[in-house]
């Protein structure tokens, strides 16, 4: 793994302004249809849709968006979201995107580190989860080795094509 210098890289909550660049990562990583939900077909998000999303995340106290830079430019970005349900409302969890060539070299954790910072210091969050590809066996290496624990899966929740399905692994970590 190559890592880049720690003091190169800025974990910041994201404005914005950051909404075309998040988009352009989120769309290059859909493009490579490994490990997401959504196929390049279905995905027509818009700048200004991309803004709107970040603007409500950021009048929402259960809720947040960070962003990774290295050299003023946004490498990737991590999004907690939250269940406006009561009885919810003390968890919810988190997705990640990184830039292909920005991968490998420690920005996930700084990311997912910043995310659980926040919650820690957030009085409505207790829980933190997500949802991980089976086949996402370095994202799972990492989520284990920041102490998040594997609390079920969904068999066969993913159809890739007519013979292939992959689960998706339901992990947590309390704050």
Not at 29 to 45: A, R, Y
Not at 63 to 81: K, N
Request: charged residues 30%; hydrophobic residues 40%; negative net charge.
């Amino acid at each position: 793994m190559n890592m880049l210098p720690k003091e190169k890289i800025v974990i910041r909550t994201a404005n914005t302004k950051d909404a075309p660049r998040i988009l352009q990562i989120e769309r290059e990583v859909v493009s490579e249809e490994t490990f997401l939900i959504t196929s390049l077909e279905e995905f027509d998000k818009t700048v200004d849709q991309q803004s709107d999303w970040i603007e409500n995340m950021i009048h929402n106290d259960r809720e947040t968006m960070l962003v990774a830079e290295y050299s003023g430019q946004v490498v990737g970005w991590i999004v907690f979201m939250s269940q406006n349900r009561i009885r919810l409302s003390h968890t919810g969890s988190f997705g990640m995107m990184i830039e292909k060539n920005f991968r490998n070299m420690g920005i996930g954790k700084l990311l997912i580190n910043g995310i659980l910072d926040w919650a820690e210091v957030n009085p409505c969050i207790e829980k933190v989860s997500l949802g991980v590809f089976s086949t996402n066996k370095r994202a799972i290496a990492l989520y284990k080795k920041m102490g998040f624990i594997e609390e079920g899966r969904k068999v066969r929740e993913f159809k890739i094509s007519d013979t292939e399905y992959v689960d998706d692994v339901l992990m947590y970590k309390l704050v």
